[in-house]
């Protein structure tokens, strides 16, 4: 997931299981067992360019928690 160091800051907005709206400005604040019927906005705080390697890796690494969000998303909609 995410790391200590890495900023965790951005702009996270889901409907929740009974459809309501839940927003974070912070990836740390979504709690670990956070259910959620959909992803309506994930845009984590991207420096802007250039990029050291170290914020390419951490840009890469929105990417994969971003794919594990939509994985569960598409889960939870098999479900209901």
Known sequence: MINLLM??????????????????????????????SHIIKFMPEIPPPPHTLQQHEEIHKWNDIFNELMEKEKCQQHVE
């Open 7 to 36: 900023n965790s800051k951005g702009e996270f907005h889901f409907l929740d299981k009974e459809l309501n709206d839940v927003r974070f400005n912070d990836y740390r604040d979504i709690p670990k067992d956070f259910e959620f």
